[in-house]
């Protein structure tokens, strides 16, 4: 099967038009500067003969290529259509190494002319500067027919897969039958690969606890709820999915993985029936020995004020003591997604600790003494430009430069110091609210087990 992808061009679209058109077709007309720009951009990128190590394929579909931006912006005025998108960019890579330059422009003319042929103009080229031979497509967003803008299925790529497998079947080129599309984006797979905590991963972890103390699907949607998950998971839907707190777009779980379909994890649940449960006949005697002492939790909540509450936050997140650190899966739920902007989280800590700042209006305090630093360090930097400007030698030019270098860099430290505060007065409430619950279930936790034991002796 053929790589395929489309995307809208807005503004800077100067290098793709020359990349598919001839950079000598490019004299400005009446045209707005902005128009002109934005086709310009995109047809020179598909035309670009420097990006090219041999030969170059240009073909238009209901226009000619040599004109095709005068022609796209003509279509556009004739309707009164010239702002918003100017064009789209898309284009078609093939697998196979071997496949000639004529065959691949043959093919991506023919996918050209199904998809957007009957309504649109389009041009097709065909580049060999990489291993594997690609077409590119410029569309322009504004139909010809009838001045209707590109939209629906005539821009959603993940449509056009099947037109795509039906060309490259009919020319004998490769395609898969069966495409996996369960596959992860390789964004979130690189990072899953380094180690790195993302939101996919979160969520199955969670998903894994919730189903490994559930029995059934009304068990698992409630520790869901616990969770703070929002979740669709109805017989009738052929894709179950999830939201985690914080987000708004939903998650399929099949995506996941092999063990997160509907039907692996009724099967999950399933197993766990007769496990979950059962305690011995003859119980064991648990005699109980409490002892309290003191513990750093302890020494944390006595600091108090704004410190002590980011330092109690980090505690419970479990970044505090860093010589024993706490899997994410052991964390309470409503402290996972903070554990993912610990270096945010730890970075504003440490300001209320060098500062020893406990309340607001110290917060708010040290931020206005950062503004007025901000604004007399920017009036400085003003004159030392100016200077620069006038006639000086160079001794003064480079000391000049050199304490406007210096300025830079404070400044840039003081945005940082601004952003810090703007967070701490944002997240704070929040924060309170989340310890709050957290200390409320271990207390419920607490309960349970006390009574569990008192019921075992």
């Known amino acids: 099967m053929a790589v395929s992808k489309i995307w809208p061009v807005r503004y800077s679209l100067k290098r793709v038009l020359d990349y598919a058109a001839n950079p000598d077709k490019t004299e400005k007309k009446d045209y707005s500067d902005e128009q002109y720009q934005a086709l310009a951009d995109v047809l020179s990128y598909a035309e670009n003969e420097e990006k090219t190590e041999r030969e170059f394929y240009v073909e238009g579909i209901n226009c000619n290529p040599a004109e095709a931006r005068e022609q796209f912006v003509m279509i556009k005025q004739q309707y009164g259509k010239e702002d918003g998108i100017q064009a789209y960019h898309g284009y078609l890579s093939f697998k196979e190494q071997d496949i000639t330059p004529e065959l691949a422009q043959q093919v991506g003319m023919e996918f050209a002319q199904r998809v957007w042929g009957e309504r649109f103009q389009v041009v097709v080229t065909t580049h060999l500067n990489t291993h594997h031979l690609h077409c590119h497509f410029v569309i322009n967003s504004v139909s010809f027919i009838d001045g209707k803008r590109l939209h629906n299925e005539e821009k959603a790529w993940i449509k056009f897969r099947h037109i ?36 996919y991963s979160m969520v199955r972890e969670n998903l894994d606890e919730a189903i490994r103390g559930s029995r059934n699907k009304m068990e698992l949607m409630h520790r869901l709820d616990e969770m703070g998950y929002r979740y669709q998971l109805s017989a009738n839907r052929k894709y179950w999915t999830v939201i985690p707190k914080g987000y708004n777009k939903p998650i399929r779980l099949y995506k996941l993985g092999e063990e997160y379909s509907n039907e692996a994890i009724m099967r999950r649940l399933n197993e766990n029936y007769d496990r979950l449960g059962l305690r011995p006949f003859q119980p064991a005697v648990i005699v109980l020995r409490q002892y309290r002492l003191p513990t750093r939790e302890d020494k944390i909540k006595k600091v108090g004020g704004l410190n002590g509450l980011y330092l109690h936050y980090c505690y419970k997140l479990g970044y505090l003591p860093k010589y024993q650190q706490v899997s994410p899966r052991k964390l309470h739920y409503i402290f996972r997604e903070d554990w993912l902007k610990l270096d945010k989280l730890t970075a504003q800590t440490r300001l209320l600790g060098r500062e020893n700042i406990s309340t607001l209006e110290q917060l708010f305090s040290y931020r206005a003494k950062i503004d007025s630093e901000i604004n007399s360090l920017t009036a400085d930097r003003k004159l030392l430009r100016n200077k620069i400007r006038t006639k000086i030698d160079d001794g003064e030019l480079s000391e000049a430069k050199e304490q406007i270098s210096f300025i830079n860099e404070r400044l840039k430290a003081l945005r940082r110091e601004r952003n810090l505060c703007d967070g701490i007065a944002e997240r704070s409430d929040e924060m309170s609210r989340n310890l709050a619950t957290a200390i409320a279930d271990e207390e419920k936790t607490k309960t349970k087990e006390v009574k569990q034991h008192e019921q075992q002796r």
């Open 164 to 199: 795509a497998d039906d060309v490259c079947r009919e020319f004998g080129l490769y395609y898969d039958p069966n495409p996996d599309y369960t596959k992860q984006n390789s964004y979130y797979y690189h990072r899953e690969k380094a180690g790195i905590p993302t939101r």
